[in-house]
């Protein structure tokens, strides 16, 4: 089968990350498979069987005409046209649509945000009206699908594959140290700067504890820093700044800590369960509940509720046998997001397509 996915371009997010990885699992496969970019950077790189188209060229100022003029020119020969169109992101989704429609080509868009996210009026209008004229859709969340469903679009949930190998250890030997993994400038997503009044009073508890955060941004920096110093706690957190090494940092670490004000489907909890972690999250909006079942695989504290998470947070800190029960769940709780399910779930949907 032949497959072109189409992106913006291969900036280092979260679901360019994905697409990287689905594209080479559909080429190991033995499918025919390109990886389509309107602009520059291309920070992901994929198979070298996998096809590389770039249209990035043009002097329309204008992304989305330019873009969408470009896939035009690039389909308007018969033998560049794929079997399916996969595009991922609103906004790229709409000019994959477009163009689908307009080509006769099957199109399943990708949508990677939760739909209360604020965006441009033009993801908007994708979202309301541009949605119910492709083949299919993919959502990361049952909350998303119930949304797109209303608006009579062919919706499917596929939530997003593990990136991490499964680490299954012989014998726990961990440091005491809680993680949170993510941008830093973005600070007010992932709500950092809520995490630290959080965890002051737990590291302040118990001394031997420490928090790491990995990740980098100079604006997030300074403003964490500061409240680090403000809550007396200097000594007990550690900015590790940009890693590419975050499965071992978290096979060294007990907890996984997140505090976000909203999320998609947060690839960071598969990725911590998957390496044994004991993770405890915020119920925002969306994710966390879709992949966390509470005091089975993890915790689940009532959305934004501060003085629960930092309770329910001492005692995942205090209780050894209660992290050990929770990691050893999680890695079991994995099966949906293996890579070969997310893979057997997309053929899934192009036979139903192509029906």
């Not at 291309?42 to 330019?66: Q, W, Y």
């Not at 868009?109 to 859709?137: M, Q, S, V």
């Not at 700067?193 to 955060?213: F, G, S």
Request: aromatic share 10%; hydrophobic share 40%; charged share 25%.
């Amino acid at each position: 089968m032949k497959l072109d996915f189409l992106v913006n371009s291969l900036v280092a997010g979260g679901a360019e990350r994905v697409l990287i990885l689905l594209a080479n699992y559909f080429d190991q496969k033995g499918h025919d498979v390109r990886i389509i970019t309107f602009n520059e950077p291309e920070v992901f790189s994929a198979n070298e069987n996998v096809k590389r188209v770039r249209l990035h060229h043009g002097k329309i100022k204008n992304h989305m005409v330019r873009s969408t003029k470009n896939l035009l020119n690039f389909y308007s020969k018969n033998n560049n046209r794929p079997d399916i169109l996969l595009p991922f992101m609103t906004e790229t989704n709409l000019i994959g649509i477009i163009i689908g429609r307009l080509y006769k080509i099957k199109v399943v868009a990708a949508e990677h945000n939760n739909h209360l996210k604020k965006i441009p009026w033009i993801g908007n209008f994708t979202r309301n009206y541009g949605y119910k004229f492709a083949d299919a859709l993919t959502v990361l969340t049952s909350f998303d699908e119930d949304f797109y469903k209303a608006k009579k679009v062919n919706v499917s949930i596929m939530p997003n594959p593990c990136t991490f190998p499964i680490y299954r250890e012989e014998k726990r030997k961990r440091e005491n140290i809680i993680i949170a993994v993510g941008d830093l400038n973005r600070f007010h997503h992932k709500g950092f700067d809520n995490m630290i009044p959080i965890v002051a009073p737990v590291l302040k508890k118990n001394p031997e504890w420490k928090l790491h955060l990995v990740g980098s941004g100079d604006e997030g920096f300074k403003l964490l820093s500061k409240l680090v110093e403000e809550h007396d706690i200097i000594n007990q957190v550690i900015f590790e700044g940009y890693s590419n090494k975050v499965a071992e940092l978290m096979r060294e670490a007990e907890i996984y800590l997140m505090t976000s004000r909203f999320e998609g489907l947060p690839m960071v909890i598969l990725e911590a369960m998957s390496q044994g972690m004991a993770c405890i999250s915020f119920n925002c909006k969306t994710g966390p509940s879709d992949i966390i079942t509470d005091q089975v695989d993890g915790l689940i504290v009532e959305d934004q509720n501060f003085e629960q998470m930092t309770k329910q947070l001492e005692i995942l800190v205090q209780d050894r046998e209660l992290r050990l029960r929770l990691s050893k769940n999680a890695i079991n709780a994995l099966d949906r997001y293996k890579i070969e399910t997310i893979y057997q779930n997309y053929l899934g949907i192009f036979k139903a397509i192509s029906n």
